[in-house]
């Protein structure tokens, strides 16, 4: 099976910035970086299309941006202005073949998940 590895996660103050990254295979229809405060359900933050096309969920809008580079395997999610509520375990995941873009942010659309970085907001 793909292999996904996080890393990047930390205690910032709110308004700061962390980048992770997501080390593994890309070479899905779309990968999606998901989020999981405490208590709470998983929920899709982003996903980026294998043509690098991306989608967002609103609460992340304007403050966060996925990338990839397919020739290093590494998928990234750059996360600015931070806050509180963004404090959860974040997890990269991979959709494989068989699975539709405009459902990306959901998670049963994934077959792949990390191991999940904690990213705590204060």
């Known amino acids: 099976d793909v292999q996904l590895v996080e890393s990047g996660g930390g205690s910032v103050q709110a308004g700061g910035s962390l980048r992770l990254s997501c080390a593994g295979s890309?070479?899905?229809?779309?990968m999606g970086w998901f989020r999981q405060p405490p208590g709470k359900e998983r929920e899709g933050v982003a996903a980026?299309?294998?043509?690098?096309?991306?989608t967002y969920a609103d609460s992340v809008k304007g403050r966060f941006t996925i990338s990839k580079d397919n020739a290093k395997s590494t998928l990234y999610l750059q996360m600015d202005s931070l806050k509180p509520e963004d404090t959860a375990m974040y997890y990269c995941?991979?959709?494989?073949?068989?699975?539709?873009?405009?459902?990306?942010?959901?998670?049963?659309?994934?077959?792949?998940w990390g191991q999940g970085t904690q990213v705590t907001v204060s």
């Open positions: 995941a991979a959709s494989g073949l068989g699975s539709s873009w405009v459902r990306a942010l959901f998670r049963r659309e994934y077959n792949y």
């Open positions: 890309i070479s899905t229809y779309y």
């Open positions: 980026i299309s294998m043509d690098g096309g991306t």
